[in-house]
């Protein structure tokens, strides 16, 4: 009896999509001695290709009746405590806070994530840790869902 659904894809940033796109010179320079035709026509068919495997592939955060992020899947009956974490805290949960009981999502270019506690008595993982650019909204998905 899902109220409140949510979804969101997390796209890798601009930067990385401009880095997949410069893998171009390096194609052309690369197939050259085989041939100049190729090498031309390669050199703009590979980084389109990269950057559309990267935005294509990228992980999702979706909740409805189960949290899915990534290859995280769990029931929201079995979600506890929800928190948003950003700025110095995000350093320290995602470095020397990080328990190895937890599983994550975690993206270097977002800057909030949320930490949620797992309830259930049979699941081994402490907490997860997603990242996300719409804490507030996960967790009031996550929220209304557990109703």
Known sequence: MSTSSYFERLH???????????????????VLPVSETYAITLAGVVPLALIALSVFSAPT???GE????????????????????SGDALKHERGPGLSPASQFLIR?????????????????????????RNPEALASALDANRS
């Open 12 to 30: 890798p940033s601009v930067g990385f999509l401009i880095a997949l796109g410069l893998s171009a010179p390096l194609v052309l320079l690369s």
């Open 108 to 132: 270097g270019d977002i800057k909030t994530m949320v930490k949620i506690q797992v309830v259930d008595p049979t699941d081994p993982t402490s907490y997860l840790l997603i990242s996300t």
């Open 61 to 63: 955060i979706k909740v």
């Open 66 to 85: 189960n949290l899915s992020a990534g290859r995280i899947r769990i029931p929201i009956s079995a979600l506890g405590n929800i928190e948003v974490i």
